[in-house]
């Protein structure tokens, strides 16, 4: 409520009824609820129409509250004056100073010597002279702004003339930029934002300087289009590069159909052309130049509601180049803060940031109770092959066509039943183009021994046929086929113990163990004369034993009680519904669930061990020398924030030796302190190390650092160090990096309430 229109209905209590009912015909607010006033004397000026309270004066009603030394109210001309230490709070919102003067009728008033509080912002204006120019705008002469509690406040703006909007921006005349008192930049103009809202406008620039990059300046600009979508443009001129512009472009229809598009692009003053003049500019481990100064990158991810239950999904990840997302992996339209915002929003990813070949793909799918439909445009963009090669063989599917049914029984028999069937066109520039039908039932027989033994055989057909378009050897048929069956017995069981918990969480810990062993076999076939396109064209032979063993462990813990929406006994209040939600129609809303529909305890998987193996009996029957495969194994322990692993590996039984063997490990404890370390190692493939550390050395800082090094190749590919220091209204995060040898210092200051400065 405006606080000019709230301060003088007090003045009814107290004096004849007429006059009491003519004030409080003026002012806004709950006529229900009276204005309550206490002063030392309350005086009526019959000549001037003014009343006068003296002596402590505090008037209050709702949340709305002033104090102040003396008080007069022109009824007539609506005017109203409080002086000497006057405090004023409206909800959370805090003014004081020595004088104010009301204009009612205009909603106006000027503040004498004093400060505004704003709460949701937790911003401060100081000055000689505030005056509130309109609903939420604000004029100060030789005035500050600042969001830092406190008289002697850690960063402040001041200026002669400051304007501010609530909820909108502030700007300031001649302003000068003061640290703890100490001045360290002017400008004759500033305009910074004031708001919690999204409003349009111009955000903070982020900053910075990079040996690819040189001086660069990021400039974005918002605009709010209407309440269900949004913009920002993005002005990056860059010393070395040119200006590269992009554009992100966010809508929300509904919770089910919603997208994202970007796009930036710009045109590079530096290319690749593989001469030692361009090295500069290249990459390592890249094999391919990049002659091409037209540079850009398409990327959107949209989720869409379709009519009849079905939805639609829409990725795109085009790129102009090779090196593209190398050198533009970093800042705000960058590879990495992109694939954060995609995975924390659409929950799905882009390709690595090495992957030339680019995936494009629109889905759309239904999901019955039984029965699961999906058609799929995959488009392969292979960067280089469309860029630089004369030829283009990269794989298309377009479309791709599943009707999958899921495993269900026939006419309660016992029996049960699956089936998955495709229809695939691929279709490449260059090379075998052609279609592919595949359908592949199964039936099932699951059984139980004294409900200890589970035995499940099954066995399946598959058929398959190629019509093709196009053949590299004209001598082989345009159509063919293929049948095969398969068949597999699954043997399992499990069994488990209840025991207490030595940890005081939890009460309970079950302990479960799953044995499982299954035998699969598909006959010998020759396949050499069919097309090839994926994996799946070429079924290989099968008689082979798996066997696994699967430990878990669960952790019984108990459920917090829900809340009870009626008072306990003896309370004051009387009792009363819970609220509706606010985003919901009163009959929407969710209500308090009655303690017998809520579960006793809160069950937790925290650790899961898993190992298996196959034996090969068909090579043992070739004396083949490896009839065992390696052993596979899982670990996952999730001890909520404080730990988890996730780790895996394949051992050679026959090297006695690693073939494969990757570990994260995340480390956090109550202070803040967190550490993650990955290892991966793959034989003559890979082996690296990656970490992450963040140390909080006292209650504002807090020290990282970052660490990846190729153990293969014995080079560091990325090495930093920084620090953040968080104060109560200002923070500064402080990075050194190098990257692939690009290297690299930002400066990133936060000032509470205005929002970012550097990067």
């Not at 026939?410 to 229809?423: M, N, R, T």
């Not at 918990?501 to 699969?520: L, N, Q, T």
């Not at 063997?661 to 290892?679: A, F």
Request: with cysteine; proline share 5%; glycine share 6%.
């Amino acid at each position: 409520m405006p606080f000019f229109l709230i301060i003088f209905s007090f003045l009814g209590i107290g004096c004849p009824a007429a006059r009491a009912a003519d004030l409080t015909d003026h002012l806004s607010g709950d006529a229900k609820v009276p204005w309550q006033i206490s002063a030392d004397t309350v005086e009526y000026d019959a000549a001037n129409t003014t009343y006068h309270a003296r002596g402590n004066v505090v008037i209050e009603k709702q949340k709305t509250r002033l104090v102040a030394d003396r008080v007069a109210f022109n009824r007539q001309a609506m005017t109203a004056s409080a002086t000497g230490n006057v405090v004023m709070t409206v909800d959370n919102d805090v003014l004081t100073g020595n004088q104010i003067d009301l204009d009612m009728n205009h909603e106006t008033g000027v503040l004498h010597d004093g400060s505004i509080f704003f709460n949701k912002t937790h911003f401060y204006i100081r000055g000689q002279c505030i005056e509130k120019t309109g609903k939420d705008t604000y004029r100060a002469e030789r005035a500050s702004v600042t969001s830092c509690d406190g008289d002697r406040p850690d960063w402040v703006i001041t200026g002669r003339q400051v304007k501010v909007t609530v909820e909108g921006y502030g700007s300031a005349n001649h302003a000068l930029f003061k640290v703890r008192q100490v001045p360290v930049l002017y400008t004759p103009y500033i305009l910074f934002p004031v708001k919690t809202k999204r409003q349009s406008g111009l955000l903070m620039p982020e900053m910075g300087y990079s040996d690819r990059k040189g001086v660069f300046w990021d400039q974005p600009i918002f605009w709010a289009i209407n309440d269900s979508s949004d913009a920002t443009v993005y002005v990056n001129p860059m010393e070395e590069r040119g200006t590269k512009v992009g554009l992100e472009y966010r809508y929300a229809l509904s919770d089910l159909s919603f997208g994202t598009i970007m796009a930036d692009g710009l045109k590079d003053r530096r290319t690749d052309d593989g001469t030692e003049e361009t090295e500069r500019w290249a990459y390592d481990d890249d094999n391919y130049s990049r002659p091409n100064t037209d540079r850009y990158w398409l990327r959107a991810k949209i989720d869409q509601e379709l009519p009849a239950g079905f939805s639609a999904y829409l990725d795109l990840d085009i790129v102009s180049d090779q090196d593209y997302l190398d050198d533009f992996k970093g800042g705000r339209s960058g590879y990495h803060r992109t694939l954060d915002y995609f995975e924390s929003v659409f929950d799905r990813d882009l390709d690595t940031l090495e992957d030339n070949t680019r995936t494009n793909k629109l889905n759309i799918n239904q999901t019955w109770s039984h029965y699961v439909f999906n058609a799929d445009l995959l488009w392969n963009d292979n960067v280089v092959k469309r860029r630089w090669a004369e030829e283009d063989d990269t794989l298309q599917q377009l479309p791709v066509v599943m009707f999958n049914g899921l495993k269900q029984e026939v006419l309660d028999s016992g029996l049960y039943w699956d089936i998955d069937s495709e229809y695939t066109y691929f279709y490449r520039e260059d090379g075998e183009r052609g279609h592919r039908t595949d359908i592949h039932p199964r039936a099932y027989l699951p059984l139980r021994w004294n409900n200890f033994l589970s035995i499940e055989p099954s066995v399946g057909w598959r058929q398959t046929t190629w019509v093709m378009d196009r053949r590299t050897d004209d001598d082989l048929s345009r159509t063919s086929t293929r049948e095969i069956y398969d068949f597999e017995l699954d043997l399992s069981t499990e069994i488990s113990k209840i025991m207490a918990s030595p940890f005081g969480i939890a009460d309970r810990i079950r302990h479960s163990i799953k044995p499982e062993v299954v035998y699969a076999y598909i006959p010998e076939q020759d396949q050499s004369d069919l097309p090839y396109f994926t994996s799946s064209d070429r079924i290989e032979e099968a008689n082979r034993i798996t066997y696994s063993l699967t430990n878990t462990f669960t952790a019984r813990m108990a459920r917090p009680a829900p809340p009870s929406s009626s008072p306990s006994p003896g309370a004051d209040e009387p009792a009363t519904a819970p609220p509706p939600s606010p985003t919901l129609p009163p009959q929407d809303a969710e209500t308090v669930p009655s303690p017998e529909t809520v579960p006793a305890f809160n069950y937790h998987r925290f650790c899961r061990f898993y190992l298996e193996q196959s034996y090969n009996i068909a090579a043992a029957r070739e004396n083949e020398r490896e009839v065992l495969s390696d052993i596979y194994g899982e670990l996952e322990i999730d001890l909520g924030r404080y730990l988890s692993v996730d780790a895996d590996a394949e051992y050679d039984t026959y090297d006695t030796r690693f073939s494969s063997h990757n570990v994260e490990i995340r480390l956090k404890d109550n202070r803040g302190d967190q550490l993650s370390v990955e290892h991966r190692y793959k034989t003559r493939v890979n082996k690296s190390i990656c970490g992450t550390l963040s140390v909080v050395l006292t209650d504002r800082l807090t020290v990282r650092g970052e660490y990846e090094r190729n153990l293969m190749e014995e080079k560091d590919i990325v090495q930093g160090v920084g620090f953040l220091y968080q104060a109560q209204c200002w923070g500064m995060d402080v990075f050194f990096a190098d990257e692939d040898g690009d290297l690299s210092v930002s400066v990133l200051i936060n000032l509470m309430g205005v929002g970012n400065i550097g990067k």
